[in-house]
Each structure stands twice: as C-alpha cells, then as structure tokens.
C-alpha cells in the first residue's frame, strides 16, 4: 500500500485541479495550475501537459515537483512532494493518453508527467476573510507525530491591482 489515503484520493478525484510547484533553471519558483491532476496508481500523481511548456521545460532540468489540491469550499487538501518525469512517447505515455481521453480531456496533449510522491502532507486554510486567508502546513512523521507547523497569510486583492 502506498503513503497515499483514501481522502487524498478524493479530494483529487473531486477536485481535478492542482497546482504544480516547480523551480526554473535560474533558481525561481514557477507555480502553474494543472485541470488534469490525477492519481494514477498508489504512489503517483499524473497531469497532461496540454499548455505547461514552463512546467515541462523546469522537469527536465530538475525533476522536484510539489502539487497541491485543495477543496475550495472546505478550504483543505493536501500537498504532495516529490519528483516528476516527463513521458512523450512510448507505452506508458500511449495508457495516459487513453486514460485522458476516456476522461473527456480535449486539447492537445504533447506530454504528461507522472509524479512519484515521496511525501504527502495536508493543507488547511484558517481563515478566509474578504481581504486575507490564513492557511496552515503541519509536517508529521510516519508516526504522525507533528514534528513542524507553518503558517503564511495571503491578501486577496482584486484583479488589475
């Protein structure tokens, strides 16, 4: 069995969309959101690059990846760490392609990465008022003893400021 649970599985399932944290070859963070976000076994994430060039390009040159999927309703998800590998041709990339169409995926798919997840922790936002959110990372052990907590704010601002 993998480190992945059954509500990780659902919230993913449900949700569909992550966002996929990777690092440009300068060093800089790049942060592209992800509508075909998927579980494809018990360890692996998979999403078709269908208009990431930047995502693939950084994968290729660093392959740390770390997507997260959050229920915006319930405002808590999960983040997961890992490495990605990006797939163009052959027989596993030929499966996502059928597993993408039998989804109803339209568009190109010149890629798909699939993500082995070494790690994955739950996300949970504090507080969402009109003009902040107050979201909470708690690292556990395999234990599940916490062993570290973050917090970051976030000012929601309105499109053109």
Same mark, same amino acid.
Request: glycine share 10%.
């Given at each position: 069995?993998?480190?992945?649970?059954?509500?990780?599985?659902?919230?993913?399932?449900? =949700?569909?969309?992550?966002?996929?944290?990777?690092?440009?070859?300068?060093?800089?963070?790049?942060?592209?959101?992800?509508?075909?976000?998927?579980?494809?076994?018990?360890?692996?994430?998979?999403?078709?690059?269908?208009?990431?060039?930047?995502?693939?390009?950084?994968?290729?040159?660093?392959?740390?990846?770390?997507?997260?999927?959050?229920?915006?309703?319930?405002?808590?998800?999960?983040?997961?760490?890992?490495?990605?590998?990006?797939?163009?041709?052959?027989?596993?990339?030929?499966?996502?392609?059928?597993?993408?169409?039998?989804?109803?995926?339209?568009?190109?798919?010149?890629?798909?990465?699939?993500?082995?997840?070494?790690?994955?922790?739950?996300?949970?936002?504090?507080?969402?008022?009109?003009? =902040?959110?107050?979201? =909470?990372?708690?690292?556990?052990?395999?234990?599940?003893?916490?062993?570290?907590?973050?917090?970051?704010?976030?000012?929601?601002?309105?499109?053109?400021?």
């Amino acid at each position: 069995m993998g480190i992945i649970s059954e509500d990780m599985r659902h919230v993913v399932r449900e =949700q569909r969309l992550g966002y996929a944290a990777t690092v440009c070859p300068d060093g800089t963070p790049n942060l592209s959101p992800k509508g075909t976000t998927a579980f494809w076994d018990a360890d692996r994430l998979i999403f078709a690059d269908i208009r990431s060039p930047g995502t693939v390009e950084n994968l290729r040159h660093n392959s740390t990846i770390e997507v997260n999927v959050v229920d915006p309703i319930s405002r808590k998800g999960y983040r997961f760490k890992g490495t990605g590998m990006v797939l163009t041709d052959g027989d596993l990339f030929d499966e996502a392609l059928e597993f993408y169409l039998e989804r109803g995926v339209e568009g190109e798919i010149r890629a798909v990465v699939l993500v082995e997840v070494g790690r994955a922790l739950p996300l949970t936002s504090l507080h969402r008022g009109k003009i =902040q959110q107050l979201w =909470q990372i708690v690292i556990q052990r395999e234990d599940g003893k916490g062993v570290a907590r973050g917090q970051v704010r976030l000012q929601n601002i309105e499109a053109g400021e």
